[in-house]
């Protein structure tokens, strides 16, 4: 089955800096990987997703990557502020009849003032 | 506020026992996903209906059934139930088109489970 894994765990970061939080998934049929973002004692939110047609795709300071044929993607957050501090998810899903997720681990955020 | 609810907030039970989680998807939502977070496992996906069908599985226990009722709330049933069950689950919906379209997922608050 898929496995998805997601670096680094944790990541500190000066405000305004850029952060980067990379994963690799094993089933090259994964089509589609969307990132949420957990902030503590609350639900998970989309922030940006991707479909596997699509190489990039930019959201003002979210952007996510997705290299197909070395089967990772990349969250890339500039101008980073305290309120991006949260955990962040990455996951990789098929479609086969219904939609199946598989899930990193999580990379923990904190962005220093 | 998603516009999905869960319901309990908290739920406290003892090992052996079962419990019934429920969920209301957004209004007009067609697809329920269920989902476990612990400490150790990260965000599982367990299940998802779409319009009363079972549609995927993730990795949900045998002792764990599910299901979508005409009015498209859901319910995630937990039996003979251990302490390594103690998490929070979450519920999510979509849209839900049912032919392979992506669509955003909105989590409800979720239900914290402790079993002792």
């Known amino acids: 089955g898929e496995n998805v894994e997601q670096h680094p765990s944790t990541l500190s970061v000066q405000e305004g800096d850029s952060a980067v939080i990379k994963c690799t998934y094993s089933?090259?049929?994964?089509?589609?990987f969307p990132w949420y973002k957990q902030e503590l004692g609350k639900r998970p939110q989309l922030i940006i997703d991707i479909r596997s047609n699509v190489g990039e795709k930019k959201d003002q300071r979210i952007a996510v990557t997705l290299n197909k044929t070395a089967k990772h993607f990349s969250l890339h957050i500039t101008e980073t502020q305290p309120e991006d501090s949260a955990v962040y998810f990455c996951a990789a899903s098929i479609w086969n009849y219904g939609q199946n997720f598989v899930f990193g681990p999580g990379t923990r955020l904190s962005v220093l003032p | 506020d998603s516009g999905v609810t869960q319901t309990p907030k908290h739920l406290i039970t003892a090992t052996g026992q079962r419990v019934t989680l429920r969920c209301s998807p957004r209004s007009g939502d067609l697809s329920v996903y269920w989902y476990q977070q612990s400490l150790d496992q990260g965000l599982q996906f367990l299940i998802q209906?779409?319009?009363?069908?079972?549609?995927a599985k993730g990795n949900i226990l045998e002792r764990f059934s599910a299901q979508q009722f005409p009015d498209l709330h859901s319910e995630l049933n937990l039996s003979s139930l251990e302490l390594g069950d103690s998490a929070l689950y979450f519920c999510?919906?979509?849209?839900?088109?049912?032919?392979?379209?992506?669509?955003?997922?909105?989590f409800g608050p979720g239900t914290r489970l402790l079993v002792l």
């Open positions: 209906y779409y319009n009363g069908e079972e549609r």
């Open positions: 999510a919906s979509s849209a839900g088109s049912g032919v392979g379209v992506y669509e955003t997922q909105y």
């Open positions: 089933d090259s049929a994964s089509n589609y």
